[in-house]
């Protein structure tokens, strides 16, 4: 095997001449989390929107969420995220299509990935907040109408607070999920950090400290995202209650 | 709405889609479904395997793979394998693997990862004296994981184990990012070629959705059937 390592090549100047390339991948990371932060929002408020409405009386309502869910889950990430980049600017009003479109370079395609990662994500979350709901005992509900709260009051005040202590392990998983998919976003020219790992392979032709790099930020983001939830669960964690959410062993 | 658009470009091309890019897109699945599986349950059997060495190693690999992108990993893999390859062989340079076989290998160590997971589960799943028992009998580790533990994890996790294959069949499509043409690549050489990109894209969208949709109904159907045998 000959393959000349060179790992001073992280403080040589980048080929976009604005720093070295170890600073090049940082700011990859910061675009990277921007991207996974904004689409994490986006995710969390219609997953759970979402998810609270597969679980309600109403049978055309969960219908309709059924659809929305396999919808978004039946489609690779990929191709919905070519689909937010070149389908949906043609089908918008012209006039407003033609403003995305000539959006400057990153934010031409970081919206496009954003919606893409975060309607994407909100399906997952919208299974678990669902799965959630349904894995509270029964009483908690009936409890609550029998005081005389509302269904909206019930879910507000009973069992919301509960549910999300209950599925914080699998959304924690989730928002590495939601981190790991925005590397699909350099399909669309967003330069994340595996983009910027690509394209300093490319002009460097350092290709394994190239890789090398991405993938040990990739493992001490996970570690720093993992220790930070643990700290939330600690934080929130309801005395005498252990609860846990079918936790599902497959996906990514 | 839809004015202005050639729908046409599907049925002129739709033969080159499913006979070139489908064809890559079911076998590299179907490779990388049965790889990954075997794989898989030996890294599971590792890690259940009690030795803290063999333990430690496959935990690693299998968080190793589960905390960096799979495009990340694809990149790895493609230009590390003609590497691996040369230091197999003792070759002096690095040996051209070719885009298929380096995919498939990609999918395999990649997914093997998340299929250990499911097998894992699977196996924990079986009592443990069920274990004790193939023991007194006197069958060795092979013999009661082989004739024991394995038959029923594997039809316990059966479902898990496919809607995985189902995500591995979406997953496929990002072996674009190194220019191979399965499916959606075919699809976007036809879009670009025709400059066609609204109708080609929406037809995948369209052909993936069907696919997984009727494979993942097909499970859930399965799992039913499982549950009320068991």
Known sequence: MKYTWDWSIYFQPAADATGTWLHYLIVGLGWTLATALAAWVMALLIGSVVGVLRTTPMKWVVRLGNAYVEIFRNVPLLVQMFLWFFVVPELLPKQLGDAVKQMPPPWGSYLPAVLCLGLYTSVRIAEQVRAGIQSLPRGQLMAATALGLTLPQAYRFVLLPMTFRVILPPLTSEFLNVIKNSSVALTIGLLELTGRARSMQEFSFKVFEAFAAATIIYLLTNLIVVLLMRMLERKVRVPGFIGSAPQGTGGH | ?230
């Open chain 2, 1 to 230: 709405m839809f004015s202005g658009y050639d729908f046409d470009v599907i049925q002129r091309s739709w033969a080159y889609l499913f006979r070139e890019g489908m064809t890559f897109t079911v076998t590299l699945t179907l490779m990388a479904m049965t790889g990954g599986i075997v794989f898989g349950t030996l890294l599971a059997m590792m890690r259940l395997s009690g030795f803290k060495l063999l333990g430690l190693v496959a935990g690693g690999y299998v968080n190793l793979m589960r905390s960096i992108p799979l495009v990340l990993v694809i990149f790895w893999f493609y230009f590390l394998v003609p590497y691996i390859g040369a230091w197999l062989i003792g070759a002096e340079r690095p040996v051209a693997v070719g885009a298929f076989l380096s995919c498939v290998i990609t999918f395999t160590m990649f997914e093997a990862a998340y299929y250990s997971e499911i097998m894992r589960a699977g196996i924990q799943s079986i009592a443990r004296g069920q274990v004790a028992a193939g023991q007194a009998l006197g069958l060795n580790y092979w013999q009661t994981m082989g004739y024991v533990v394995l038959p029923q994890a594997f039809r316990n996790m059966l479902p898990v184990l496919l809607t995985q294959t189902i995500i591995l069949f979406q997953d496929t499509s990002l072996v674009y990012v190194i220019s191979v043409t399965d499916f959606f690549g075919a699809a976007a050489k036809v879009a670009n070629r025709d400059y066609r990109l609204v109708e080609m894209y929406t037809f995948v969208a369209v052909v993936y959705f069907i696919i997984s949709f009727s494979l993942s109904l097909l499970v859930k159907r399965l799992q039913q059937r499982l549950a009320v045998v068991r």
